[in-house]
């Protein structure tokens, strides 16, 4: 079992920054790859970005590319999602979601390939 708990949403102004992260609660953090996904009202939950068990593999969605960075950080049980040059249609639930995996490299896009969760937190992007 792995509790996931997201910090670091807010509001924030078109073209601003924020820096959500997601601590894990296993000490074999670095036995999990990490995803972020979100959900705006009324939308389905949507893959953001993906990040391997060692680090050294990444996905994106094409709509934050060059805009979104993830990263982790393996030492203190940390995944990180660095929100920069935000947009209105980027406001949502950001959740983090883990999957402990046997690969070092494989980054999963989908969320049936999660087993843990976040409660997620909510980033608002005004205009």
């Known amino acids: 079992q792995v509790l996931l708990v997201e910090s670091g949403g807010g509001l924030v102004q078109a073209g601003g920054s924020l820096r959500v992260s997601c601590a894990a609660s296993?000490?074999?953090?670095?036995?999990?790859?990490m995803g972020w996904f979100r959900q705006a009202p009324g939308n389905e939950r949507e893959f953001v970005a993906a990040i391997s068990r060692s680090g050294g593999q990444i996905i994106y969605r094409d709509s934050v590319k060059g805009r979104f960075t993830i990263s982790r950080d393996n030492a203190n049980n940390l995944a990180f999602l660095q929100m920069n040059s935000l947009k209105p249609e980027d406001t949502a639930v950001y959740y983090c979601?883990?999957?402990?995996?046997?690969?070092?490299?494989?980054?999963?896009?989908?969320?049936?390939?999660?087993?843990?969760w976040g409660q997620g937190t909510q980033v608002t992007v005004s205009s």
């Open positions: 979601a883990a999957r402990e995996t046997y690969s070092v490299d494989n980054v999963y896009p989908r969320q049936e390939n999660y087993v843990y």
């Open positions: 296993r000490r074999t953090f670095s036995q999990y790859a």
